[in-house]
């Protein structure tokens, strides 16, 4: 069927010229090493419970990032400091954080309106709030995406290593202390790890759109797995195949990529729910 | 021989006092009914003897020494508190996961670990419980697993607290009597700390019950009377026995009852018992 091999050939031709462009190399290498610490990060968030405060911590970067531009510092090194520092604080007053979704929902509200006051003060242009907001992958420095591999391998090289005890300690945190983990230096370990994450997942799909990388395929992952190590791999996968196929996706549709990222997320996340309530399997 | 010795041992949280100049010993054949109301201070007892809490006055000690926390000579029971999400994880790995969780590294577990687990839940014939997901199981049925982690590293003290929580009759029945087997078959001591007298009855050695920062040690017959029981709950309280049952009342209020009825509508925060 000739109308068939043209499409065939005019679609691997496309791949092939997407792949040549620079930046599109660029933003799936960056997508990747986002994807593969996003993925495990939100697996953790989830079994945790403590997915809102991952959103929260993307807020707070907001106003780091904007807060740089004002002083005239790489948006990118704002974001992490004050990521970061909120994860520090979570982590160390997590106890009495927990369940304080209004404490954390006002702390969210009151950065994105700083993050406001400084693009006020700025004169900043809407392309560079939208960036920060939504994203923008596909202007990816070759200096970022170096950044990003680095905090990439340093997250994922933290997040393994502790992730036997934080298994323990997410599922039996009574237990966990007994035998003798810290629960606190724990948690406070744990939430500096999610907010290098976040900062990194920031840069691929924006501060706003953080929840949809890093929690879609955490839970999604936790619907289908039946043990962690598994769950912890399938979360990754799904992370760099939500990253990919959107930017790929972005490319042919000429739609933005956090949204194809953010469809596709959801759209995995909604599978596995069905998939989960099927009678004999949930 | 004795395994936890307590001389005149003192107790605090939060500045409140919970048990005040508390001497006691328990052995290698007890089976403990550890009772009391909310907030009596069972948990406490149970971290202080895990090393989670600190003794404030007196002489704690736990096989001869002072307690550690990651003694792995006690295996460890805490109250049911459920919190998760909804995971395909099984019963399996939720019970791996506590084996040697505390070591740094990934949640990989060898074939020696496995065998152990397995035996464990052998132990409490959880074997087909273990490969449903948890999100599937009943709150009696993730009891059984916990009780199974419990037993992994092969304990030479049992401490499980409340382990009858929302249970309905039949199933703490079968709690009990499992325990009680494992206490005899692995010769295991065991303080098991619980809101109900009766369910117990005829598997314990003896009771301990707390109350106002007091204790009271001894057979169920010498501890569980009105005199003592009044001094304990800073209250008259009078004793009725029916048949094999017996019945604590406060004025015309059955004291039990009433804790456990009180636990129930608290049902989303079982840790307050926890942390008084």
């Not at chain 1, 769950?231 to 990253?243: D, T």
């Not at chain 2, 003192?10 to 909310?38: E, K, M, P, Q, W």
């Not at chain 2, 206490?183 to 106002?212: C, K, W």
């Amino acid at each position: 069927m000739p109308t068939a091999m043209n499409t065939k050939m005019a679609t691997i031709m496309g791949m092939t010229i997407m792949l040549e462009l620079d930046f599109m190399r660029s933003a799936f290498m960056a997508a990747a090493a986002v994807a593969l610490i996003a993925g495990p990060v939100g697996y953790f968030l989830v079994l945790r419970g403590q997915t809102f405060a991952g959103h929260a911590l993307a807020h707070v970067g907001f106003t780091g990032a904007t807060g740089a531009v004002l002083l005239g510092l790489p948006p990118l090194a704002g974001l992490m400091a004050l990521t970061v520092v909120a994860g520090l604080g979570m982590g160390l007053f997590g106890a009495r954080l927990a369940n304080r979704d209004i404490a954390i929902g006002m702390v969210l509200a009151l950065s994105l309106g700083f993050g406001l006051l400084f693009l006020h003060y700025f004169k900043s242009s809407a392309t560079q709030a939208s960036a920060l907001l939504f994203g923008n992958i596909l202007a990816i420095t070759a200096q970022t995406l170096s950044v990003l591999v680095v905090i990439s391998a340093l997250c994922l090289a933290l997040l393994l290593a502790i992730s036997r005890p934080l298994l323990l300690a997410s599922l039996q945190p009574d237990l966990a202390e007994a035998k003798g983990v810290s629960l606190a230096g724990l948690s406070t370990l744990f939430m500096v790890v999610v907010a290098l994450a976040t900062a990194a997942t920031s840069q691929i799909v924006g501060v706003l759109l953080v929840f949809a990388l890093m929690v879609g395929p955490g839970a999604t992952a936790l619907r289908l797995s039946t043990s962690v190590m598994a769950g912890l791999f399938v979360a990754a996968g799904l992370a760099l195949v939500e990253a990919w196929a959107g930017l790929a996706l972005a490319y042919f549709t000429d739609w933005p990529v956090s949204f194809w990222i953010t469809a596709l997320a959801v759209a995995f996340y909604a599978t596995s729910a069905v998939l989960a309530r099927r009678p004999g399997h949930g | 021989m004795t395994v936890v010795a307590m001389d005149r041992v003192s107790l605090a949280l939060a500045g409140r006092t919970i048990l005040a100049s508390v001497s006691l010993s328990i052995g290698t054949g007890d089976f403990i009914g550890l009772l009391g109301a909310n907030g009596a201070g069972k948990t406490t007892l149970l971290r202080a003897i895990l090393g989670m809490v600190p003794v404030t006055g007196g002489s704690l000690t736990v096989f001869g020494q002072p307690p550690r926390r990651g003694h792995a000579a006690i295996g460890y029971m805490p109250q049911g508190r459920a919190n998760l999400p909804e995971t395909r994880l099984k019963g399996w790995d939720y019970v791996a996961a506590t084996v040697q969780g505390q070591r740094i590294g990934l949640p990989l577990y060898g074939a020696a670990l496995r065998k152990k687990v397995d035996a464990a839940l052998g132990l409490v014939e959880a074997q087909a419980l273990a490969r449903r997901p948890l999100a599937e199981l009943s709150g009696g049925e993730r009891q059984r697993l916990l009780l199974a982690q419990a037993l992994v590293d092969e304990p030479k003290l049992l401490l499980l607290d409340e382990p009858l929580l929302n249970l309905d009759p039949g199933q703490q029945r079968r709690v009990v009597a499992l325990v009680k087997h494992l206490h005899e078959e692995l010769r295991v001591p065991v303080v098991f700390s619980s809101h109900e007298l009766n369910p117990l009855l005829g598997a314990i050695s003896r009771v301990l019950y707390l109350g106002h920062g007091e204790a009271a040690i001894g057979a169920v017959d010498d501890v569980i009377t009105g005199p003592v029981l009044s001094r304990l709950y800073n209250a008259p309280i009078e004793v009725h026995r029916v048949g094999t049952r017996i019945f604590v009342m406060s004025g015309n209020v059955e004291v039990e009852r009433d804790a456990h009825r009180h636990e129930h509508e608290d049902g989303h925060h079982h840790g307050h018992d926890h942390h008084a």
